[in-house]
């Protein structure tokens, strides 16, 4: 019966499909149902005959505006002499040549300034429109949006001086936004579920025409209509039997003038999309509730409770084909795919488990969205070994084949709600990606792990024509931002976005509520979050909150950069804007002071700008890692610190925000929520790799193991988010390379067994790497360097000690401002045996004491993995970062009953590292602390 049905169903389509072909519209004599089947993405109408910039910009619905900086040289200090003319051109149905309009344009000759979003740009001259009906009216305005606009400038013998295009975005958002960004858009599914009836929507205001193409192989071309005040393009399709849609590739034929191309008939995927063919190369029709999109038990699931307060994450930052690759306990058809979690037995899986139940709460994950580099359906895993440390033949190997590869980053997005197909085992099969990511988290959420999503909303893989430009090819100079005369922008290093556009941010939003409803994702991680509006940022997580009915964390790269830098266009979500917001930002803070230099040092700087972790310090880098250990909190007040020996000094308390930190603010957060903590993560060196730099050429095994524990004790001592980065724990290396996004599974992989080591892999490729071959050749080379396997066990061993402690301590994890700046206490000390010269940068900056007194509803942790925390006043810390042991006498903790933490005291006992062991002699007060360490005591007293 279902067959018959079909059968008549298709008729039906065929019917309507001829019928359509004899209705006199304008598009049906441009698209055909041959542009359905072409490999094509785009085919040209009316040829563009001028390469323009569009340095004119619609200001008002009455004016628009030329900036002096985009001033051409044919104009300049002629402008009195210059007539402007607006030209539209459209191309009617009956004829192969454009029908043009002109308008006459008055120039104001006094300059202004604009304000709001076009503030940007500057001084600039003001062209007003003629009071015309068919130029001025809103509806007359939409109509012009449909045409190919050109200004011209003419002198006084009507020669024409130049020619410009327009920028369009404002007049859109302000044409169409308020109405359309309610609207639902992409695919909605009425009827039942056994009988659907999908509808599809798109945002194409300036499209001439927008068609449908549906089914497989022999694909229909049916009309969609438009809403026009809306701008969006739609259509109902009939109502067929389950299973009938489920599945249905589709994909537009957008019909529109594009400045490089003229008129064109793109053919483009619904950026809405929720499921897609390999490659992404079509939409598919498929619903989030179908049960074919859902793994066994995924409805009754249960799933980790949501955070109470953003400081009690502890984070750990994971990419997913990193996770099970090179996992031989993991089946070879699963690893690096997300069904790779249903190994409950592999090495990967295992050691999440571990880092679970010592307290790692959330999982981060890069990018898994649809992204453009890697070939879905046929990626390669290139056979990689090397020779000797330094052998140039891996790097050359992975170059070669990087296009071809399984391996990247995904920080390229091409649609924003649909997993990546390289992860899934059938790519081509609909629902599958949707039903092995859901997997994946399910499998997470069974072990106690929360699961957060990398996102990069701040570019897109590609823009204008390109077949991988999805956005631009549908509303063209819309979705991305674009310089003074009409370029994109590529600050990020791609293709800039504009999200201060309303349907950007739409967009933006949308996605983020699919993943939160549908695929259970409880926080985002927003890649070069400066770049995006902090209103929308804001609105966007309060909407979350709602649908979600639990917090959804947002934490996100906060850096202040680029054509957005300083609030040029917007009040940027970046560090110094989100005090007081609820989203937290990454602190360069603590981690440039443990680390040293900065996250771009290159060449000789690398090997130069030693930090904490090193050896170095200095007042400088010392108020940079007690800002970190404080939070990054504005308001937190800070005593100079001073030794014993100088009891006279005059000191006043200055608050964090007044402490230089390359000419900004230290102290910059409001909430310790809003910050995060870290060492490392996926971008730059890892924290191996930088300490081969910055370590002294003769460090040990032993040494190069204590200045990585110490860097994550640190990190776990700081008030704040705590972040980590996969594989920190087992010493992971990269063999030197600082940005290894397409550095192939060799560079990037983690043996989680901690039975080999990837340092000294081969030269890293040369296309991040090769201005630092000179100085990494002789590291890479370098004896002793590469850990054994009870190195990296013992690291692990702490690493797992140090997130217990701050999980089981809720004073490490304090939730206001107020509470730290109460309980925090940073100690004055005096170094013993070294009275002559107490104040040693060497070594006196290289030690931090610290109390915090005990909550006074919170003495007891309470769950299972904190019953080792006696009760307690308070916890005292003490941070070494010398190459000696040091005694050092504390006042304040004179008299006082100190216990170390058992987790420390086990760890001294099992893997004794010095002939000299951690004490605290009470009556005077004076504690003793192994080099390069950290130690946790609490304070019974």
């Known amino acids: 019966m279902l067959k018959i049905l079909n059968a008549r169903f298709r008729l039906a389509d065929l019917l309507m499909c001829c019928l359509l072909a004899w209705l006199p519209t304008a598009s049906q004599a441009r698209a055909l149902p041959e542009d359905c089947r072409s490999e094509q993405s785009f085919r040209s109408i009316q040829a563009s005959t001028e390469k323009l910039s569009a340095a004119l910009h619609w200001h008002t619905f009455d004016s628009l505006l030329l900036p002096e900086k985009a001033l051409p040289e044919s104009l300049k200090g002629r402008m009195a002499q210059v007539r402007f003319v607006l030209r539209a051109s459209e191309l009617y149905a009956d004829s192969n040549k454009p029908h043009v309009k002109e308008w006459a344009l008055s120039l104001k000759q006094s300059k202004m300034v604009p304000k709001g979003d076009k503030a940007y740009l ?136 594009t400045a490089s191309h003229g008129l064109v008939i793109n053919k483009v995927t619904d950026p809405y999309a929720l499921d897609l063919t390999a490659n992404s190369k079509q939409s598919r029709i498929v619903w989030l509730d179908n049960p074919r999109t859902k793994p066994k038990g995924w409805d009754k699931a249960r799933r980790p409770q949501a955070v109470r307060a953003q400081t009690q994450m502890l984070i750990y930052e994971l990419h997913l084909r990193d996770f ?181 941010a739409k967009l933006m939003q949308d996605s983020l509520i699919t993943w939160v409803k549908d695929y259970r994702i409880d926080s985002f991680r927003f890649d070069l979050m400066g770049h995006q509006p902090k209103a929308a940022m804001l609105a966007i997580q309060e909407a979350l909150q709602g649908i979600a009915k639990r917090p959804v964390p947002f934490i996100g790269e906060g850096w202040n950069f680029g054509e957005v830098a300083n609030h040029q266009r917007f009040e940027q979500a970046s560090q110094l804007a989100l005090a007081g917001s609820g989203i937290a930002s990454f602190s360069d803070r603590a981690r440039d002071a443990l680390r040293g230099g900065s996250a771009g040092d290159a060449s000789q700087a690398l090997a130069d700008n030693a930090g904490f972790l090193h050896g170095r310090s200095n007042p400088e880098i010392r108020n940079w890692l007690l800002c970190g250990l404080a939070g990054s909190l504005g308001d937190f007040e800070l005593l100079e610190w001073r030794t014993l020996a100088e009891p006279s000094l005059e000191r006043s308390p200055r608050s964090l925000r007044d402490i230089d930190y390359k000419g900004q603010p230290c102290g910059y957060v409001a909430q310790p929520g809003e910050v995060v903590n870290y060492v490392e993560n996926h971008d730059n060196h890892t924290l191996f790799d930088i300490n081969v730099y910055r370590l002294p050429a003769s460090a040990s095994p032993e040494d190069r193991l204590r200045a990585q524990v110490l860097g994550f004790a640190i990190n776990s001592l700081s008030q704040g988010i705590a972040y ?171 008299g006082r009953t100190l216990r170390l933490h058992p987790r420390l005291q086990a760890s001294a006992a099992l893997e004794p590292r010095d002939a000299v062991r951690p004490t605290w002699d009470a009556k005077r007060g004076v504690l003793t602390i192994p080099r390069q360490s950290a130690l946790l005591f609490f304070d019974k007293d």
Request: neutral net charge; aromatic residues 8%.
């Open 324 to 504: 099970s690759v090179t996992d031989d306990k993991v089946p070879a058809k699963l690893r690096g795919k997300y069904l790779a979690a249903l190994s409950k037995d592999s090495w990967g899986m295992q050691h999440l488990r571990r880092l679970a139940q010592a307290g790692i709460s959330d999982l981060h994950l890069l990018p898994v969205f649809d992204f453009a580099t890697v070939p879905e359906d046929a990626c390669t895993s290139t056979a990689v070994k090397a020779a000797y440390p330094a052998d140039p033949t891996p790097q050359a190997l992975i170059s070669n084949d990087a296009s071809t590869d399984c391996f990247n980053w995904g920080y390229d997005p091409l649609h924003f709600q649909v997993p990546e197909g390289s992860y899934a085992l059938n790519p081509e099969k609909a629902g599958s990606r949707i039903r092995e990511f859901r997997a994946f988290v399910q499998a997470m959420h069974s072990i106690g792990l929360r699961v957060g999503m990398d996102v990069v909303y701040n570019h897109m893989s590609a823009s204008g024509q390109h077949p991988q430009s999805v956005l631009d090819r549908i509303v063209p100079g819309y979705y991305h931002r674009l310089n003074a005369i009409g370029e994109v922008e590529r600050s990020t290093c791609c293709d800039n976005t504009a999200t201060e556009h309303a349907m950007m």
């Open 724 to 894: 980590f980065h996969a594989g920190g724990e087992l010493m992971r290396s990269k063999s030197m390379d600082r940005n290894s996004f397409d550095s192939g599974d060799w560079f990037n992989r983690i043996d989680w067994s901690g039975k080999s080591h990837a340092f000294g892999s081969g030269l890293p490729p040369g296309t991040e790497n090769s201005k630092d071959y000179a100085s990494m050749l002789p590291l890479l080379n370098q004896p002793n360097v590469r850990p054994k396997p009870e190195h990296i066990a013992r690291s692990l061993r702490s690493f797992l000690d140090w997130v217990h402690i701050r999980r089981s301590i809720p004073e490490l994890r304090l939730e206001s401002a107020k509470a730290i700046q109460n309980q925090l206490k940073f100690l004055d000390f005096d170094i013993l045996d070294l009275s002559k010269r107490a104040y040693d940068p060497s070594t006196s900056q290289l030690v931090i004491a610290a109390h915090i007194a005990a909550n006074q509803d919170i003495h007891q942790p309470q769950s299972k993995a904190k019953s080792d925390s006696p009760p307690y006043r308070g916890i005292a810390y003490v941070v070494n970062g010398s190459f000696e042991t040091q005694r050092i006498r504390i006042n304040a903790l004179k």
């Open 122 to 257: 500057g001084e600039s001259y003001e062209l007003l429109l003629p009071d015309d009906a068919s130029l001025k009216d809103r509806a007359a305005i939409r109509q012009r949006l449909r045409e190919d606009l050109v200004v011209m400038a003419y002198d006084l013998q009507d020669q024409v001086q130049w020619q410009s295009r327009i920028q369009i975005a404002s007049v859109l958002d302000r044409l169409y936004a308020e109405a359309a960004r309610s609207q639902p858009l992409g695919l909605s599914i009425a009827g039942s579920e056994t009988m659907p009836k999908p509808s599809l929507r798109l945002w194409a205001p300036t499209a001439i025409s927008v068609w449908l193409c549906i089914g497989e192989h022999k694909p229909q071309l049916l009309p969609m209509k438009r809403i026009d005040h809306l701008g969006i393009w739609h259509i109902d399709l009939e109502q067929r039997p389950e299973p009938a849609w489920f599945g249905t590739p589709y994909h537009y034929l957008v019909e529109v003038w």
